[in-house]
């Protein structure tokens, strides 16, 4: 079963195991995880579900398509070079990935 490792800007973890082909955010959403707002529900237009993505875990994820590369510069926290939008995140089966939430998404 997939897990995603939410860590958010204060340090605190929370461990979520979701299920294979939701998205990341899905996933923060219908559990209730803070600092993923997801505004327009996934359909890419908001940018309100940034994450950070640990180094380690970026070789799991597909690469990154053009759309979700222009959306992260409308972000409310600086872009980083493990910038992803969670809702472009679909989870795995045997799926483990960190992300850390920004401080802010609005």
């Known amino acids: 079963m997939p897990t995603v490792h939410f860590t958010d800007a204060e340090g605190t973890v929370r461990d979520v195991e979701g299920n294979a082909g ?4 899905e996933t923060a959403v219908r559990n209730g995880v803070p600092g993923i707002v997801a505004e327009c529900g996934g359909s890419l237009s908001c940018a309100t ?10 070789s799991q994820l597909p690469a990154m398509e053009d759309m979700e590369d ?3 510069y409308g972000t409310a926290v600086d872009r980083e070079d493990n910038s992803r939008l969670s809702c472009q995140l679909r989870l795995t089966d045997e ?3 960190f ?8």
Not at 50 to 56: G, L, N, P, S
Not at 99 to 106: A, I, K, L, N, R
């Open 22 to 25: 939701d998205s990341v955010m």
């Open 70 to 72: 222009e959306m992260l």
């Open 99 to 106: 992300v850390t939430t920004p401080e802010t998404q609005v």
């Open 95 to 97: 799926l483990e990935l």
């Open 49 to 58: 579900c940034h994450v950070f993505v640990r180094e380690d875990c970026a």
